[in-house]
């Protein structure tokens, strides 16, 4: 059919036509937003789960719900090495714009940027998740006023983040609203960053102020967290998304199709949900391709047939291969051990191809004939590039769905 009215959306955080099976997080977030600007005692939240599952987009609808609510808010995607200094000020100064026109006091918004220009002036001591000074250099924030001194500029992260977000915190109330920060990708954070961030959210709940943090990231988030702060676990209510079940697959597959007069045949429905498995990305890629393929409406089970190859091309080269080329050889080899193990305990668990269950890392050793020390680099360096994941003490994961078989089709 024709591709130019196809809508469906395979990509990185690319915003689906049909954002289905998360009303349960969504309305989640509404009564979330709606306690904390009234002081009420609540946590907030964090999106956990694999690559492609939905994380990134389902971040940016709460963040647009924030909007719709009148809250002030601001994004960072965290990156491995980079401190947080520059980027939470980056967005705190975004969500407080996005306050000031509501203000009635224009010199009490000009005293918050002059500490939020301290904050980001400040550097944070290396090996405290600092950055060289060349690099500090180079940042402009934008901010006209002086920068004030003697708040959020002590150079200790989490002393300053605590100033910072009060302050922050104040002008919402003022307003009264809220500022959301959204944090993407978090388990990459530092753990100086991560640690000061939940002292500032722990601080922030006591109290009663309306700033929250959301944050999104890999499976193994929680653990993360809580390795930084243990009562992390009381702060934030933790997320898992998944696959979409059955309906809301239909569903991301339906809605859109029926918005431009098409139909499926249940037959068909049936097939791309054995493909995609419920994975939204996978959901996304056989859609857009069979799509494409179909001649006419209703789409049957025999295009599904025909298009899956266009849609597996192109996932090994978007989804698969641009992830696997991240990897040394060394790492490769790892991963590829990784795969013909997870396949194996799969099955006896009862698992299915599409399923690749956590792996120890004492078998991965054994069957590459090594000590587990000297696969230690490799292990960790996979875990910073997020292609794996250690969910349980001694095991380890791959982060993206179906990467083991695909793996195990590629040859060595
Ligand atoms: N609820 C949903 N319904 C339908 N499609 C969705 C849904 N959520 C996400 N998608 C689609 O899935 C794909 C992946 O989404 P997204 O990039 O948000 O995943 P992610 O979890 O952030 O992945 P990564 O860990 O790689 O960053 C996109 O093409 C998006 O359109
Ligand atoms: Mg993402």
Redesign the pocket.
């Known amino acids: 059919m024709d591709p130019v009215r196809n809508p469906y959306?395979?990509?990185?955080?690319?915003?689906?036509p049909?954002?289905?099976?998360?009303g349960r997080e969504l309305d989640v977030f509404d009564v979330v937003l709606e306690r904390i600007a009234r002081g009420r005692p609540e946590r907030s939240l964090m999106l956990t789960?694999?690559?492609?599952?939905?994380?990134?987009?389902?971040?940016n609808t709460l963040r647009s719900q924030a909007i719709t609510h009148l809250w002030g808010t601001g994004k960072i995607e965290a990156r491995p090495d980079q401190s947080l200094r520059r980027p939470v000020a980056a967005a705190l100064h975004m969500a407080v714009r996005e306050l000031a026109p509501r203000h009635r006091a224009p010199d009490r918004i000009d005293g918050f940027l002059g500490v939020l220009k301290a904050f980001a002036q400040r550097s944070t001591p290396p090996g405290r998740g600092g950055v060289a000074p060349k690099l500090r250099d180079r940042w402009q924030p934008g901010i006209d006023v002086p920068a004030s001194s003697g708040r959020a500029d002590s150079g200790d992260i989490e002393i300053d983040l605590v100033e910072l977000l009060t302050d922050a915190a104040a002008v919402a109330t003022d307003v009264g609203t809220g500022i959301a920060i959204f944090i993407?990708?978090m388990q990459d954070l530092g753990a100086e960053d991560v640690s000061a961030l939940c002292a500032a959210c722990h601080e922030l709940s006591q109290l009663g102020a309306p700033l929250i943090v959301v944050g999104?990231g890999?499976p193994h988030l929680p653990a993360v967290l809580s390795a930084a702060k243990s009562y992390s676990e009381r702060l934030f209510r933790y997320q898992r998304?998944d696959r979409?079940d059955r309906i809301?697959a239909d569903q991301?597959l339906c809605a859109p199709a029926e918005r431009e007069e098409v139909e499926y045949e249940a037959k068909a429905l049936d097939l791309l949900y054995e493909k995609s498995g419920g994975y939204?990305?996978f959901?996304?890629a056989y859609g857009k391709a069979t799509w494409d393929h179909a001649p006419r409406s209703p789409i049957t089970a025999a295009d599904v047939r025909v298009a899956a190859p266009e849609a597996e091309a192109e996932l090994a080269v978007g989804f698969f291969g641009s992830r696997f080329e991240r990897a040394t050889p060394a790492e490769r080899e790892y991963m590829r051990a990784m795969a013909t193990l997870s396949l194996v305990e799969g099955e006896e668990g009862g698992g299915r191809d599409d399923m690749d269950a956590a792996v120890p890392t004492a078998e991965i050793a054994r069957s590459l004939g090594r000590k587990p020390a000297s696969l230690s680099p490799a292990r960790d360096a996979l875990i910073k590039k997020?292609l794996i994941y250690s969910g349980e003490r001694g095991t380890v994961a791959f982060?993206v769905p179906h990467f083991g078989r695909y793996l195990r089709t590629q040859p060595a």
């Open positions: 959306a395979p990509g990185a955080g690319q915003r689906p049909e954002l289905a099976g998360r789960g694999l690559r492609g599952v939905g994380k990134t987009v389902l971040l993407d990708e999104a890999l998304i979409l809301a991301a939204p990305y959901v996304q997020g982060t």
